[in-house]
């Protein structure tokens, strides 16, 4: 199998952090030559610096990152201090200890980064957005004849059957409406893990122990990732177990295999007062438009926490 | 134990049709006071027609009435005809309608059962919810003689008429938003459960099998109702999403539901007539809704199977 070459671009982020920890972990599979920032789980500043701290603490140095967005396209940021604290805490990433990062940040924007990389590359790129969607749509914005070299997207964002900032719509959409609307109107191939498929894909607290037994420093890392995530999980969501979103997006590369998915046409509405940013799907294809997206409603939970234990404890080895 | 009063409001319609059956074979647990009629499935003037050669074939000679023939707000939708035919009721043979005439507009018909009632109604809407939402919005004083709505509407999962929003209330969603918002306690039979409460082929022949008329007439109307469900939208039966609604009331040991706060939008571009089901509880508003998400399907199977036999 030939890597596929992506660009990571996210707002870590506990489970942005488990994300880039497990496309580390399966370099046979995937090869990053990116990561892109963009505020969403903190600030941009928080964020940049948990991206760089956690790529430090897995000892990887040669990686580029570069800050993106620090708010949405047209609307006024939902982002206020504090908003997000109860799921990511004060740094966007309670919880472990980590070292200060070992290398900054390109000088370079997110924008240019990301046009950099998918210019230079022979092979067409896949994007892996975790995050608000701020930055991928002004990439397309600004340069859409690269939208070709543009294997896919898999982004963790959105829900069909339900939201988790609002009743209706999920975090990662609701914040920039709009960059969503023209990331799903791209024509570029989406795939979409959302909460129907997240809301599955969670660790156990019997999982996480046998996660932290594992014992590798990096084994541990995520183990107390996991278990600071978690609170809000079952505290506040009430979910049986922590949920690991944005990793579905990177174990849809890897491992297709494990999910349930449905080709859908996806809109993003922007108007409802009640539903804006509802990402809202097709499935039944009453409006007979254009599947623009592949909807993942399914994962073998069970064969997801293997993987994802055997990911985290890979990079001990 | 005392009957439950009850009101039925719908747009006959196979499912309605079945519906009405289901509740008219139940006289031991129901006190069924009136039907009222709405446009939906086909214009009013054809589903109050259907209604009645309905329950003409039952042989319940209950008052019904013509209802609203457009939504409150906004046009009626159009090209329902895919689903339930010409008439509305395409299919089987119907005789025409012989019960003794009700001069009453369907508004007058609910006030009149209302006023009229000792202890407070249960309404059960299976069609656009435009009557109730006239009713609530014009005698708002009548809210404390209804006991609760069991409807066929919405669902959180999918819609049926676009992606995001269930045909019912698509069809007049601001006379849902003023049911739901009317703060009388309401069990949603969205397409979350409808979707599971299906009959197959085979399970339709043991329906048919029963032999009286009233069976053979499900069986046949279930006949005409499933084309849509196999060749359009893909389902493994035909599925009878209104029967939910009397069912719930009938047995609903047999359902799942969670209540949950749910709110109508009216102004979405992609959203409109979509239910907002607040599963998470992400926004604290009271819970109005008893959002029945599953259904023991055998048992629902069962159940209208031997409720229909004991029909004529």
Redesign the interface.
Known sequence: MRKIPIIMDCDPGHDDALAMLWALSEPEKLEIKAVTIVAGNQTLEKTTRNALRVLTFAGVHNIPVAMGADHPLMRPSIFEEGVTEMVHGQSGLDGPAMPEPGFAPKKMSALQLLIKTIEESEEKITLVPTGPLTNIAALFLVRPDLKEKIERISLMGGG?????????AEYNIYVDPEAASIVFNSGVPIVMAGLDVTHQAYITREENEILRQKGGRIAVFAAELIDFFSRYHYEV??LPGCTIHDACAVAYLCHPEIFVEKQC?V?????????AG?T?????N??GKEKNATVLYGVDREKFAELFIEAMSKLDK | MAKIPLIIDCDPGHDDAIALMLAASASDVFDLRAVTTVGGAQSVDKTFYNARRVLTVIGLDVPVARGAAQPMVRKALSGTEIVHGESGLDGPRLPEPDLTPCNLTAFELLCKVLEEAEEPVTICPTGPMTNIGILLAVRPDLKKKIKEFSIMGGG?????????AEFNILADPEAAKIMFDSGIPIIMSGLDVTHKAYVTREENEVIRANGNRCSVLAAELIDYFSRYHYEV?HLPGCTLHDPCAVAYLLKPEIFTGKLC?V?I?V??????G?T?????D??HKEKNVLVLHDVDRPAFVELLTTQLAKLR
Request: net charge negative; hydrophobic share 30%; aromatic share 16%.
């Open positions: 069909a059957y339900t939201g988790n900032w609002t009743p209706a969501e009430k046409h809109d993003i509405e922007l108007e409802g007062s009640l539903t509802t809202v799907c097709d499935p039944g009453y409006e | 959180f999962y999918m819609g049926n008429w676009t992606a995001a939208e706060h709110d939008d102004n979405g571009q992609y959203t409109l979509k907002i089901v607040d599963w998470f992400h926004t």
